[in-house]
Nanobody, 122 residues
Framework: QVKLVQSGGGLAQVGESLRLSCAAS??????????MGWFRQAPGKEREFVAA????????YYVDSVKGRFTISRDKAKILVYLQMNSLKPEDTGSYYC?????????????WGQGALVTVSS
């Protein structure tokens, strides 16, 4: 069993930055679940995949709308995953979720964090 606890988020102005964190814990962190991802859900919309990273080799994947602005990274020792969000836009507003256990393309994630709200105002 894997537990994901998120922190970060909040309110930002257009062009500003925010960082989200996701701490993984449990009796064991099974590196079989070797991809960690970030998703978001805007008000009234379906949840969408944002970015993912392979825990082992740190390969990454980003959706086009965040490429060059968002960076996913991890602290292996602390079992933390980050989403650094720069040059924020109003369309980045939503609840952000970290997840583990899926693929780099955003499919098949089985464990989820509790979510963190990001609001970008113009």
């Amino acid at each position: 069993q894997v537990k994901l606890v998120q922190s970060g988020g909040g309110l930002a102005q257009v062009g500003e930055s925010l960082r989200l964190s996701c701490a993984a814990s449990g009796r064991t962190f099974n590196f079989t679940y070797s991809n960690m991802g970030w998703f978001r859900q805007a008000p009234g919309k379906e949840r969408e995949f944002v970015a993912a990273m392979n825990w082992i080799d740190r390969s990454t994947y980003y959706v086009d709308s965040v490429k060059g602005r968002f960076t996913i990274s991890r602290d292996k020792a602390k079992i933390l995953v980050y989403l650094q969000m720069n040059s924020l836009k109003p369309e980045d507003t939503g609840s952000y979720y970290c997840a583990v256990g899926g693929s780099l393309d955003g499919s098949g994630y089985t464990y989820w964090g509790q979510g963190a709200l990001v609001t970008v105002s113009s």
